[in-house]
């Protein structure tokens, strides 16, 4: 598998790590509204369990995509 290829994961697990941040910042206000620290925690657990439910915490497979020299073409 190519290198490009093996970065398309990780590209999708950061872009949904910040998708998922962006979101949660949005909603923990209107949370906190609604119940304080009790209702942000609870959101953030039910989240967290749908997340491992789904696969979220899947253990990738090798990748290098970090593992390049400084001198390697597209750096």
């Given amino acids: 598998?190519?290198?490009q290829a093996r970065c398309r994961p990780n590209t999708a697990f950061v872009a949904s790590d910040l998708l998922g941040g962006?979101?949660?910042s949005a909603a923990a206000p209107?949370?906190?509204t609604a119940g304080g620290w009790t209702a942000v925690t609870i959101a953030s657990v039910v989240l967290s369990c749908f997340?491992?439910?789904?696969?979220?915490?899947?253990a990738p497979g090798p990748s290098r995509c970090l593992v390049r020299s400084a001198t390697a073409?597209?750096?």
């Avoid at 997340?51 to 899947?58: Q, V």
């Fill in 51 to 58: 997340t491992l439910w789904r696969g979220g915490a899947r």
């Fill in 1 to 3: 598998m190519s290198n």
């Fill in 22 to 24: 962006a979101i949660f």
């Fill in 30 to 32: 209107v949370l906190w």
């Fill in 73 to 75: 073409a597209g750096w």
